[in-house]
């Protein structure tokens, strides 16, 4: 098997993470709770779209922190070993402070290595005078910056998932101006696309057209959760069909089968396929259960967005002191031991895997999965 390019980039660049990795994956995080480096902010849950499978955009939003809260949030050390950033929402490039913020966090995480930004892309020329701004700041500051658009169909379809109008179109104009500034910048671009039973037999033409535009596409499936999304309520029409199962698995089994080394992701595709097709607990290790948290608008804390949230940071509390306490760390070691064996999130899994290395490589190896368990 030889390394792609992909892993020949990986190894040049993170070959002393995969070796802090690995230890802190399979030595220290049985001996103590380790110090987050992986962080999703959601910086607004104000949303411009009206999403089929997340119901963000019906939250009340009052109450979200001003600038200056945020900054006085941002004091606390827990975000000095911060090395990966996720600026979410909502929809984040609603946020009028957007830049703001990321200058914000760019000064309270010293070790910050990546950010990514996700959006849903309807606001074309807002997203890419605010991208160009932040892939400025990341380039300054030597930070990899990637970007990934949200478009689940074609057309209709997506303007179906969504209930936008020209949602396709405005998407694909964002994805297509902002694939000209990657050429100034340099920043990954990418499509996500959440799986569902409305939108399961478009998928493969969302893949297609973004293999003609020479832009990566990543699935996920859809998610029930009682936080976040808020979905649940909604299972019995957003969830597969006994027939469409099969055209799932036929789809995640194609994703599981590039398994050229370095493709972490092909390991995650085919634990998903023992997940639900054979009904195996999950083995794909997830930073969230380990190194990685959420912080949100209103100053909850969550481990992850999968589970209730452990704490607020207007409270009286700090964010460290929310995310060590030992109740909560409790709560973090019955999560592995729970809902994280049934959870199918691709959340910073790849990320996960590199650090994990053992299973990767074993997988590598022998195509064979790791026991089970995050
Ligand atoms: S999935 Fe994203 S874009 Fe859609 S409603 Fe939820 S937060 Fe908004
Ligand atoms: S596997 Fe799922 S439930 Fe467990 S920590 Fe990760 S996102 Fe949360």
Not at 93 to 103: A, G, N
Not at 291 to 310: H, M
Request: overall charge neutral; charged content about 25%; hydrophobic content about 35%.
């Amino acid at each position: 098997m030889r390394p792609n390019g992909t892993l020949r980039k990986m190894m040049a660049k993170d070959w002393k993470g995969f070796a802090t990795g690995l230890y802190d994956y399979n030595i220290l995080k049985h001996i103590k709770a380790l110090p987050p480096k992986q962080l999703q902010i959601n910086i607004t849950y104000r949303c411009n779209s009206r999403c089929d499978m997340c119901n963000i955009w019906q939250m009340d939003t009052k109450g979200e922190m001003t600038l200056e809260q945020w900054a006085e949030v941002m004091q606390d050390p827990l975000f000095e070993t911060i090395e990966k950033l996720t600026v979410a929402g909502g929809e984040p490039t609603i946020h009028p402070q957007i830049l703001e913020l990321i200058t914000l966090f760019m000064e309270r995480m010293p070790r910050l290595q990546s950010l990514t930004l996700i959006t849903n892309g309807f606001l074309p020329k807002r997203i890419l005078s605010q991208s160009a701004s932040i892939a400025k700041m990341c380039r300054q500051r030597d930070i990899n910056l990637s970007i990934s658009v949200s478009i689940d169909g074609l057309d209709e379809m997506h303007e179906s998932v969504r209930h936008i109008p020209n949602a396709f179109a405005k998407s694909r104009e964002t994805l297509l101006a902002l694939k000209d500034l990657q050429q100034t910048y340099g920043f990954w671009l990418g499509v996500g696309t959440v799986v569902y039973r409305k939108n399961l037999y478009h998928v493969r033409d969302v893949r297609d057209w973004c293999a003609k535009h020479d832009i990566p596409c990543t699935l996920q499936v859809v998610g029930f959760h009682d936080s976040y999304v808020a979905n649940t309520g909604q299972q019995a029409e957003l969830d597969f069909t006994e027939e469409d199962k099969a055209y799932l698995y036929g789809l995640m089994e194609e994703l599981a089968a590039d398994r050229s080394l370095g493709n972490v992701m092909a390991y995650y595709w085919n634990d998903m396929i023992q997940m639900y097709r054979d009904g195996g607990a999950r083995t794909t290790p997830c930073p969230f259960a380990t190194d990685a948290f959420v912080l949100d608008s209103f100053g909850d804390v969550y481990y992850c967005l999968s589970e209730r949230k452990i704490g607020n940071c207007l409270d009286g509390q700090t964010v460290g002191e929310v995310y060590y306490a030992p109740e909560n760390q409790d709560f973090r070691r019955w999560m592995t031991r729970h809902s994280c064996l049934g959870c199918n999130s691709a959340c910073f899994v790849h990320t996960g895997l590199k650090k994990d290395l053992k299973k990767y490589a074993w997988f590598a190896l022998t195509g064979k999965l790791g026991r089970a368990g995050v």
